[in-house]
């Protein structure tokens, strides 16, 4: 099966109309963002959308989209591949609409004037937000051991009793 270049932006109202399903890939050139919070990309996005309504006729996008990713791990400083996956579930409305109650499980993403949504751009939102918060290899694998990773000693200083000038004005009051 070839897999085809998912398009920029789509109307989602009209897609979940025709419940369209997209299976593709975004091409890792046009993810300046993700690129930029990583040592780099290694291939294309794997992405897939479907466009639906819900019990509440609300328009929903539902996806998931998978990249490779070249990380620096923060223990010993070498860069390594580490694959990020992410599922969202998304409510379309308009920037000027009034409030839409939705369901906890739903984010919202805002509508242009033309009334679409960037794919590419709620696909690399996703994917930075699933990135770790300290990228690490695993320990088996990282140069860095458990045993190396403590600096220094910890030198343990005679504290000082914060109520001895209490003391001292309790004996010379005497």
């Known amino acids: 099966m070839q897999r085809l270049k998912i398009q920029i932006s789509v109307d989602p109202i009209r897609a979940a109309q025709k419940k369209i399903d997209m299976q593709g890939i975004i091409p890792a050139a046009s993810l300046n963002r993700l690129a930029e919070s990583t040592l780099g990309i290694c291939n ?10 819900d019990h509440q006729r609300l328009p929903v996008v539902k996806g998931n989209a998978k990249v490779d990713l070249m990380l ?18 998304y409510s379309p409305v308009r920037a000027d609409a009034e409030e ?11 509508r242009d004037e033309e ?10 939102d996703e994917l930075i937000l699933n990135l770790p918060l300290i990228a690490m290899h695993d320990i088996t694998d990282c ?17 000082v009793n914060p109520f001895a000038v209490l003391e001292d004005l309790k004996r010379n009051s005497k």
């Open 44 to 53: 294309d996005i794997e992405a897939n959308l479907s466009f639906e309504f």
């Open 72 to 89: 620096e791990c923060q223990r010993c400083g070498e860069a390594f591949q580490y694959t990020c996956e992410t599922e969202f579930i």
């Open 100 to 110: 839409v109650d939705l369901p906890s499980a739903y984010e919202l993403v805002e």
């Open 115 to 124: 009334g679409e949504i960037n794919l590419f751009q709620l696909v690399e």
């Open 143 to 159: 140069k860095v051991k458990d045993f190396d990773t403590s600096f220094g000693e910890i030198v343990e200083e005679k504290r």
